[in-house]
T-cell receptor, first 111, second 111 residues
Framework: KNQVEQSPQSLIILEGKNCTLQCNYTVSPFSNLRWYKQDTGRGPVSLTIMTFSENTKSNGRYTATLDADTKQSSLHITASQLSDSASYICVVRGGGNKLTFGTGTQLKVEL | KAGVTQTPRYLIKTRGQQVTLSCSPISGHRSVSWYQQTPGQGLQFLFEYFSETQRNKGNFPGRFSGRQFSNSRSEMNVSTLELGDSALYLC??????????FGPGTRLTVL
């Protein structure tokens, strides 16, 4: 069964600190993996997309990594800001264009 | 380009009633997908429409239905509402079935 598991479920960090969110998947065949940021009460917004051949991709202070062999991805946030407080969702596209969603990591950045 | 729009943004209904939600995709996008999001469950796929035809369907009861019009606008209908239908309903449009762009969602509360 195709699954996407994210950890931790929730995280609280101080402003200015770095953090790393994890995504493990069992989706096969694999097409791509995307990280979304979802602010409270809003729709998800794409941060990065990773294909099989990509190991690292950055978008400002967000850096995503992908290890296709171990089927793991991470999202690293550098120098966190209050506006980074949101839910981060990992989504894997598999065969037949089917999407499998993780349940997300709820990040809270505090002063 | 204008983003995905959803109406209404908030809705309160009582058990047994029915509801219709509307989604206008990004201009030129022909694929519209609907998702239900509840705390702890993450995003659950409802169905996808492409050129007025339902292309994929998730595991939801027949009370959940949808349609797409010739201008790509889509509606989702839920009949005989239950308390458990309270959720954020998200619509996403895409051009090439790859990247999805999400709307802000409709927050449905069933009392």
């Amino acid at each position: 069964k195709n699954q996407v598991e994210q950890s931790p479920q929730s995280l609280i960090i101080l402003e200015g600190k770095n953090c790393t969110l994890q995504c493990n998947y069992t989706v096969s065949p694999f097409s791509n993996l995307r990280w979304y940021k979802q602010d409270t009460g809003r729709g998800p917004v794409s941060l990065t997309i990773m294909t099989f051949s990509e190991n690292t991709k950055s978008n400002g202070r967000y850096t995503a990594t992908l290890d296709a062999d171990t089927k793991q991805s991470s999202l690293h946030i550098t120098a966190s800001q209050l506006s980074d407080s949101a839910s981060y969702i990992c989504v894997v596209r598999g065969g037949g264009n089917k999407l499998t969603f993780g349940t997300g990591t709820q990040l809270k950045v505090e002063l | 380009k204008a983003g995905v729009t959803q109406t209404p943004r908030y809705l309160i209904k009582t058990r047994g009633q029915q509801v219709t939600l509307s989604c206008s995709p990004i201009s030129g996008h022909r694929s519209v997908s609907w998702y239900q999001q509840t705390p702890g469950q993450g995003l659950q796929f409802l169905f996808e429409y492409f050129s007025e035809t339902q292309r994929n369907k998730g595991n939801f009861p027949g009370r959940f239905s949808g349609r797409q019009f010739s201008n790509s606008r889509s509606e989702m209908n839920v009949s005989t509402l239950e308390l458990g239908d309270s959720a954020l309903y998200l619509c996403a449009s895409s051009l090439d079935s790859n990247e999805q762009f999400f709307g802000p969602g409709t927050r449905l509360t069933v009392l």
